[in-house]
């Protein structure tokens, strides 16, 4: 079973900067190989949207309302996944979630969020 961990959220102006990270984990035997690693994010009220993917050869893909702003990254041997947030809005306010999807089973893992909060 595979865990992921993110952390980095917080509270920033607006303008401001975030780095989040997702760390995945597994407590019983070995970690399988992990195939696509992502962001999402749900605001209140909201539906769940992607803000971003990276493919295990480092092909990345955004959401629309990214506008160049995120940069999604991710280290295959530490099985950790980035996602540096630049030029944060207020409607960027939401809680983030890491999500992978394992090569070989195609099991779907979800982190538990952590929260980002952009002040006007």
């Known amino acids: 079973q595979v865990q992921l961990a993110e952390s980095g959220g917080g509270l920033v102006q607006s303008g401001g900067s975030l780095r989040l990270s997702c760390a995945a984990s597994?407590?019983?035997?070995?970690?399988?190989?992990?195939?696509?690693m992502g962001w999402y994010r749900q605001a209140p009220g909201k539906e769940r949207e992607l803000v971003a993917t990276?493919?295990?050869?480092?092909?990345?893909d955004y959401g629309d309302f990214v506008n160049g702003r995120f940069t999604i990254s991710r280290d295959n041997a530490k099985n950790t996944v980035y996602l540096q947030m630049n030029s944060l809005k207020p409607e960027d306010t939401a809680v983030y979630y890491c999500?992978?999807?394992?090569?070989?089973?195609?099991?779907?893992?979800w982190g538990q969020g952590t929260q980002v909060t952009v002040s006007s």
């Open positions: 990276i493919t295990r050869r480092s092909n990345s």
């Open positions: 999500n992978t999807i394992s090569w070989y089973a195609k099991n779907d893992y």
């Open positions: 597994t407590t019983s035997g070995s970690m399988p190989p992990l195939g696509v």
